[in-house]
């Protein structure tokens, strides 16, 4: 089983920055592709971005190129979610994700563990 939590959502406003974090267990965490999703009330959960096992390949959804980063730490056990020129539009649960294969990064099918989620809000 893999474990998934995460931290660093809260409140900012348009333009501003949040980092968000998941500490993953077990110790294979440097096995599992990681990716982010996120939900807004009435909205499908949807795609936001992935990093592969190596960190070699990440892939994001185009609303957030450019302005999000994901990036891991394996010998942390976490990924992490950077979120810059925030807009009001990107407030949502934020969910963590892991799978150690991927059939499609986007859809959140191909995911297996999820996280509990984290709150966002961005404030115009």
């Known amino acids: 089983q893999v474990q998934l939590v995460e931290s660093g959502g809260g409140l900012v406003q348009a333009g501003g920055s949040l980092r968000l974090s998941c500490a993953a267990s077990?110790?294979?965490?440097?096995?599992?592709?990681m990716g982010w999703f996120r939900q807004a009330p009435g909205k499908e959960r949807e795609f936001v971005a992935a990093?592969?096992?190596?960190?070699?390949?990440?892939h994001y959804a185009d609303s957030v190129k450019g302005r999000f980063t994901i990036s891991r730490d394996n010998a942390k056990n976490t990924v992490y979610l950077q979120m810059d020129s925030l807009k009001p539009e990107d407030s949502a649960v934020y969910y963590c994700?892991?799978?150690?294969?991927?059939?499609?990064?986007?859809?959140?099918?191909?995911?297996?563990?999820w996280g509990q989620g984290a709150q966002v809000t961005v404030s115009s």
């Open positions: 994700a892991a799978d150690s294969t991927i059939a499609t990064w986007t859809s959140r099918t191909s995911w297996d563990y």
């Open positions: 077990p110790r294979t965490f440097n096995r599992f592709h």
């Open positions: 990093i592969s096992w190596s960190g070699g390949t990440t």
